[in-house]
């Protein structure tokens, strides 16, 4: 049972353009959603996360929009360079029991900034 | 500090042999995960240990994988006999079980099983 589906599977932008990926998920125990940034030959990592107080969440030119009632989260990525072209990762996380370690992934996203 | 290390970063094997990939969490984190990424699956959550001590296997595939962590700064994955099946990126990550929400990944071991 996938929890967590993510898209597009692929994306590709122009430089300066706006990349957004949506998620949704089914667990209604999920308070923890994160975004994992990947490179090629690298391992994961955290690029942004929020929790379900709030509707949104900016760092910098990436923003998380949450949305409870839908059970749907996105991420969008303003003013695309180059340099952000790598796979992106949705996953959520719950607060007791195996949901309190346990992330469960999206199948990720690969986004290709063109200059 | 340094992050978590995983050797080998490449291993090529043939069916049938044994696989031991090694992983080095960061000092001070006492959680730690293996996952498995394919293409097919995604990332795929194999075992879960806190203080050392395995939590949640359920995500083994099967009997010929098994992992250990002796201590809080040494983990391993085996994989006997291994099969073409098991080639994939295999990630190490760690996390401070208290006051922590961010796993930390490692660059993963790439197994090619021929």
């Known amino acids: 049972q996938q929890q967590v589906k993510q898209s597009p599977q692929s994306l590709i932008v122009q430089k300066g353009g706006i990349s957004i990926i949506n998620c949704a998920y089914e667990n209604t125990a999920f308070d923890y959603f994160p975004w994992y940034q990947q490179f090629p030959g690298k391992g994961p990592a955290l690029l942004i996360a929020?929790?379900?107080?709030?509707s949104e969440k900016k760092e910098g030119r990436f923003t998380i929009s949450f949305n409870k009632s839908a059970k749907q989260f996105s991420l969008h990525i303003m003013d695309s360079q180059p340099g952000d072209s790598a796979t992106y990762f949705c996953?959520?996380?719950?607060?007791?029991?195996?949901?309190?370690?346990?992330?469960?992934f999206g199948k990720g996203t690969k986004l290709s900034v063109i200059p | 500090d340094a992050g978590v290390i995983q050797s080998p970063r490449h291993e090529v094997t043939e069916m049938g042999q044994e696989v031991t990939l090694r992983c080095k969490p960061i000092s001070g984190h006492n959680s730690l995960f293996w996952y498995r990424q394919t293409m097919m699956r995604g990332l795929e959550l194999l075992i879960y240990?806190?203080?050392?001590?395995?939590?949640?296997d359920s995500g083994m595939p099967e009997d010929r994988f098994s992992a250990k962590m002796p201590n809080a700064s040494f983990s391993t994955l085996k994989i006997q006999p291994s099969e073409p099946r098991d080639s994939a990126v295999y990630f190490c990550?760690?996390?401070?079980?208290?006051?922590?929400?961010?796993?930390?990944f490692g660059p993963g071991t790439r197994l090619t099983v021929l």
């Open positions: 929020i929790r379900p107080d709030v």
């Open positions: 990550a760690s996390r401070r079980t208290s006051g922590g929400d961010e796993q930390f």
């Open positions: 996953a959520a996380r719950g607060s007791s029991g195996a949901g309190s370690y346990q992330l469960t």
């Open positions: 240990f806190n203080n050392n001590v395995p939590i949640d």
